[in-house]
């Protein structure tokens, strides 16, 4: 499902293929425009040297017409303050649709000896998006700034007119580089009414400027920095939202007053695609023939789906919101998101099990439930089950007061099983699509049981250091979905190297000896990993002492404190993706005429969103290591941030203790 923004602010990655076509542009000696030059003499505050550019000005006007459509004017003045600047801000590149013309595009380029430039449109060139898996008839309009030097002024300014299917806009007035002002101007018909929200900014009252016109100012708004690991980019931007509600009764239909407005107008798309065809009747004949089980049925139905549906997106005009038929998308055997849920739900009423489509975000806290908005991106199913089917395996699933068991599944997961859903999915907001209207739901996210990794090994060590390794593991839930990705993108012959590269993390020489995987393809049960190892040298040795770190293979905490730097602190929160629980159980047998000399201490941490521990003991030649971690909440605040990384630091250092082990007296 696309969501096609009306503007874009700032070009963050331009189509290089089309720029490659604007080697000679026709460069003009032309005016700039009074609003650019004003720009260009504001004086700014100080910015660090990592500042590559700064936005002098971002505006929009947008000018609502009484029959529904909208004219957006956008400008915007960006000062170069890097040579850096030129690769990521050197031009402009605007979307556009059969829906939403461009009248014009115009740029311009103040050089540091006010010497001006212009292009226009003869300048510019478009191209469509055409990959592997999506063909859509969404446009860019691409026009490079001249002369984008270090110390310049470049601007732009394009006019774009739109027929809205939904009445609603977005404006951004934060970006990744710092914006020194920002202005949204509305104008409205008379006897038309807007409402707003606002997220990661006080609310702020326009200023009335005229009949039924008003206008919002924003000055000096830092830039966003992106850190890994934090939350989607509008989760954490500065923005307002905005609602424009008409006068005429025949366009109200177009804005989204309650979510139930927006499953209603959705409704009416999926209605007439979910016909079973003749065909269609017959392969989930086909399919269950032979199983009594409803959750067997429902499986296999969702099997075909997620298999032999091929992932490919055709997205033309209503066709980003509206699926295919579902008889065309059977033939075809390709559809996007929205197409396989809608065959899935067409196959599943032919067993007698209802079922709904389900809009949601691929990235968990976009939707606000207090502002209902048509801002999800992805298509999934809720199933509703019947009394008769028990709970067993089945994990995501809520249960409403008002449509009642309900258990989600996303079609478009191919190594997914029936139980589970993919984790920016939970502990998210879905609109649960049913033929009288809708509801918005919350997904919870699963518990850390529902995703596992356990890991036991058998070791032997020797007396000049070397280790011999047997190392089973059995993952399931989020784990074995990641894994079975790995494996199943490469050529059987080549899955060997995923085992290399693992133990490359830990062993500085080693030998693979050995690896097999179980259950690769049989998605609904525990993946069963395999594989042994020498590793030479492995405990280093000092004298009469042998050095050995009883947590041989496995990380907890490496990658997690690369979220952290030491020469600034984190802005913004964590996502940790998914809940988790991992063990390590490891038995090492130590080399004969050696005795412990030291253990390591046994290990308790805790905070609000992890534990950890860990313990090693001997007994009868053996070293007894286990530990294990639990992640239990997966968004962490900017203010439990310091938490956090303490308990990781201790992780770490777990990591790296060794039991010291010394040559008995002969």
Known sequence: MRHLRRTISLPIALAAAALACLASPSLAADSAPDWLRAAAQEKLPDYDKETVAVILLDETQTTVRDNGEIDTLHRAAIRLLRPQAKSDYGGIEVPFDKDEKISYLKAWTIETNGHEIAVGDKDAVEQGFLSDIEYTDIKVRALAFPEANSGNVVGYEYLQRQRPEIFEDIWDFQERLPV???RFRLQLPPGWEFSTRWANHPDQQPQNTGSNTYEWEITDSPAVEVEPDMPPWTVVEGHMILKYFPRDPKLRPKTSGSWNDIALWYQQLIAPRRVATPEIKAKVVELTSGLQDPVDKIKALAAFAQRQIRYQAVEIGIGGHQPHAAGDVFA???????????LLNTMLQEIGIESYNVMISPERGIVRPDFPLLYFGHSIIAIHLPDSIQDGGLFAIVNDPQLGRLLFFDPTEEHMPVGYLPSPEQENDALVITPTGGKLVHIPLLPASTNRLLRTGKFTLT??????GDVQELEWGGPATQEREEFLDREPAKRAEVFDHFLANFLNDFKLTGASIGNLEQYDQSLSLEYKFVSPGYASTAGDLLFLRPRIVGDKSTGMLRLFTEHKPRKYPIDFGEATRQDDVFDITLPAGYVVDGLPQPVQADCDYATYKSETKVADGVLHYKRTFE???????????????????????????AAVLRRATP
């Open 180 to 182: 020194h002002r920002s």
């Open 332 to 342: 075809h055997r390709y559809g996007d998101c929205k197409d396989k849920a809608t």
């Open 463 to 468: 007396s000049n250091g070397g280790l011999i």
């Open 631 to 657: 992640i239990k909440d997966v968004i962490v605040p900017t203010e439990k941030l310091p938490a956090i990384r303490d308990f990781l630091q201790q992780v770490a250092a777990d990591q790296q203790s």
